[in-house]
């Protein structure tokens, strides 16, 4: 019973595991053949844009400096991630007195505008006037925006932009605008302010630069803590905005160091590459396995098979549990590795089960003793690969990281084929 279960199991995953890596069947009228489940490539991979980002730490105090860092980190990858930006990474770097902030943005183009929108501080700030302006300040932009003084409504007490396009006889302007909401708190301070700046212009300034010039007139008391921010937008701009809005304030400065593009075609011609190396290795590996074992080290081809189509499905689906894996050109190195390193445990094995043959035990024997005997050995070298593979994640940057995650995926799936797949599949053979 427990033989047919591992049989029918194993059957199973490699089903499921070919229906995955299948390539991508297109949809017929109201039915599809197969769910499509696409590889997701990274940067070096798919193309794009990746910036560096240095913060500067000079007016933080160097306790807090740590988790100022992953603030920043935290608000950035929530402005990559409004701005519609799949599989894009954002990761925090800590060198010595530097930190820095890494984004990788795969399929993005417009290296310009991503910039822009990750590295700008967007604080927003609600002035009010003091005082009248003069015959000579109404006729200077630089005078005028003297007469206005902060009121102590700010970025952090609002709650939500969200882009909305005002029209009908009731609207002054038509067009897209930005709709706000105020936390429960902002719309106190909102109320009030509203309260004193009746008739008066409620100017509201984006790093220190006015937006919806000339000012609107506070019409009455606004309670209820929603607004509309009225310009000269475009739905580009009104949406940048409200996605800056949405981010909130960098709670540190950030400097772009780097700014890098990556063109797709360089990206495909490192994908053929891999492709081939990594082909040339599978063969090398399955007629190395057959003239040297014969029709064990055919099983073990057999096993190797089923492992590179598990891989490629966990890489595709995350086990329907996590994410997606995003491959990378490191990632690549580690998997094409790590084909070489499924193999090593059947090796034991087949050493193990020689001396078996040697020392007089039959073939029933051999088999079960020698994975008996071979798995401390191999559980000693795959947790140790295991360890490396979590050292590097830790301790890594982004390529570096891909490639650890790779290198630990091919190891656990390597000792389930090597010792469950292999192991079932000699056992149906070999029969003395």
Request: proline share 5%.
């Amino acid at each position: 019973m427990g033989k047919n279960f591992t049989v029918w199991f194993i059957a199973a995953i490699t089903l499921i595991s070919v229906l995955v890596d299948l390539p991508h069947i297109p949809r017929l009228p109201y039915f599809s053949l197969k769910p499509y489940f696409p590889l997701k490539l990274g940067l070096d991979l798919q193309g794009g844009t990746q910036l560096v980002l240095e913060t500067q730490m000079g007016k933080i105090d160097p306790a807090s400096r740590d988790s100022a860092l992953e603030s920043v980190k935290n608000v950035i990858e929530r402005r990559v991630n409004l701005f519609g930006v799949s599989e894009a990474v954002v990761q925090s770097s800590k060198v010595g007195d530097q930190r820095r902030i890494l984004v990788d943005l795969p399929g993005l183009k417009d290296a310009s505008s991503a910039a822009n929108l990750v590295g700008k501080t967007a604080q927003l700030d609600f002035r009010e006037m003091v005082g009248s302006p003069s015959a000579e300040a109404t006729q200077s932009a630089s005078a005028m925006l003297a007469l206005f003084k902060p009121t102590g409504l700010t970025g952090a007490d609002l709650k939500s932009a969200t882009v909305t396009f005002a029209s009908g006889a009731r609207t002054i302007k038509s067009g897209p605008q930005v709709s706000i909401e105020f936390t429960s708190n902002g719309a106190k301070k909102f109320a009030e302010v509203t309260k004193r700046n009746i008739n008066k212009p409620l100017a509201m300034f984006l790093d220190e630069t006015p937006i919806s010039w000339p000012p609107p007139v506070v019409q009455q008391e606004i309670i209820g803590g929603s607004a509309v921010i009225t310009g000269q937008f475009t739905t580009d701009e009104a949406k940048h905005l409200a996605i800056q809005l949405n981010a909130g304030a960098l709670p540190v400065p950030v400097k772009i160091l780097e700014q890098h593009s990556i063109g797709p075609t360089l990206g495909q011609e490192s994908i053929n590459k891999s492709l081939i190396a990594g082909i040339i290795g599978l063969l090398i590996v399955i007629i190395y396995m057959v003239v040297y074992y014969g029709l064990w080290g055919l099983v073990a081809d057999g096993a190797l098979v089923i492992y590179s189509l598990i891989i490629l499905a966990i890489f595709k689906t995350g086990l329907f549990i996590l994410p997606p894996i995003t491959l990378t050109l490191a990632g690549i190195a580690g998997f094409v590795l790590s084909i070489g390193m499924a193999v090593d445990a059947n090796i034991l094995i087949f050493e193990r089960m020689k001396e078996e043959l040697r020392w007089g035990k039959n073939k029933t024997q051999a088999l079960e003793l020698g994975f008996k005997r071979a798995w401390s050995s191999i559980w000693a070298s795959n947790v140790s690969s295991l360890i490396t593979a979590v050292i590097l994640y830790s301790m890594g940057q982004s390529l570096v990281k891909g490639f650890a995650v790779t290198l630990a995926i091919g190891v656990l799936v390597s000792m389930f084929t090597a010792y469950v797949v292999t192991k079932t599949i000699l056992r149906l053979i070999i029969r003395e």
